[in-house]
Nanobody, 123 residues
Framework: QVQLVESGGGLVQAGDSLRLSCAASGRTSSTLGMGWFRQAPGKEREFVATINRSGISTYYTDSVKGRFTIPRDNNKNTVYLQMNSLKPGDTAVYYC????????????????WGQGTQVTVSS
């Protein structure tokens, strides 16, 4: 079993930066592919970013490419979502997720989910 705890959400202005953290416990994070998803009000949850076990390979949804990065520190069993140049359209609850094997872009691939952290971007 894997437990994921997100932190770092909050209220920021457009153009600001924010870093979300996701701490994993119960299993060494270096064995897990990790991802971030988000759900805006009234919308379905969508993929944001993913990283493989070693941290070498990453993939992003088009709307965040060039603005978000997903570094990980396996020594700390933590994955991050560094969000720069935030826009009001980035407002959502952000969820961290983990899976065995490599990275993935589909919700159904992930076995473990955090509780979510709210990010609100004002204009």
């Amino acid at each position: 079993q894997v437990q994921l705890v997100e932190s770092g959400g909050g209220l920021v202005q457009a153009g600001d930066s924010l870093r979300l953290s996701c701490a994993a416990s119960g299993r060494t994070s270096s064995t897990l592919g990790m991802g971030w998803f988000r759900q805006a009000p009234g919308k379905e949850r969508e993929f944001v970013a993913t990283i493989n076990r070693s941290g070498i390979s990453t993939y992003y949804t088009d709307s965040v490419k060039g603005r978000f990065t997903i570094p990980r520190d396996n020594n700390k069993n933590t994955v991050y979502l560094q969000m720069n140049s935030l826009k009001p359209g980035d407002t959502a609850v952000y969820y961290c997720a983990a899976k065995g094997g490599s990275y993935g872009v589909r919700e159904g691939e992930y076995n473990y989910w955090g509780q979510g952290t709210q990010v609100t971007v004002s204009s």
